[in-house]
């Protein structure tokens, strides 16, 4: 079972930055993926970023909506994922969710991204908040 620990939320004005961060508990298997999803009041959430790590390979994949301003990291000494937030707008004010899970072989990042590969654990979110 993987734990997993969103921080780093906030209230910010537009044109500034947060880095959110989400740590997990140790994973079951030598690959995993991440991926970064947020939902503001009365919309559907969506995924923002994602991640895939494993046996010397990796991808990572930032929706187009914010590509040039998030960028996701990792580090997996401290068994970490970071999403740096730059240049926020209002329309960025959401709850931010991490979600995880590990597999004995790294599976496309692209299927991820099309939800084919289900990451199946979910931090309790954090909250960023952006004003014009």
């Known amino acids: 079972h993987v734990q997993l620990v969103e921080s780093g939320g906030g209230s910010v004005q537009a044109g500034g930055s947060l880095r959110l961060s989400c740590a997990a508990s140790?994973?079951?298997?030598?690959?995993?993926?991440v991926g970064w999803f947020r939902q503001a009041p009365g919309k559907e959430r969506e995924g923002v970023a994602y991640?895939?790590?494993?046996?010397?390979?990796?991808?990572?994949y930032v929706v187009d909506s914010v590509k040039g301003r998030f960028t996701i990291s990792e580090d997996n000494a401290k068994n970490t994922v970071y999403l740096q937030m730059n240049n926020l707008q209002p329309e960025d004010t959401a709850r931010y969710y991490c979600?995880?899970?590990?597999?004995?072989?790294?599976?496309?990042?692209?299927?991820?991204?099309?939800?084919?590969?289900?990451?199946?654990?979910w931090g309790q979110g954090t909250q960023v908040t952006v004003s014009s």
């Open positions: 979600a995880a899970d590990s597999f004995g072989d790294l599976p496309p990042i692209s299927m991820v991204v099309a939800g084919q590969v289900v990451l199946g654990y």
């Open positions: 140790k994973y079951t298997y030598s690959s995993k993926c």
């Open positions: 991640i895939c790590t494993g046996n010397g390979a990796g991808d990572s």
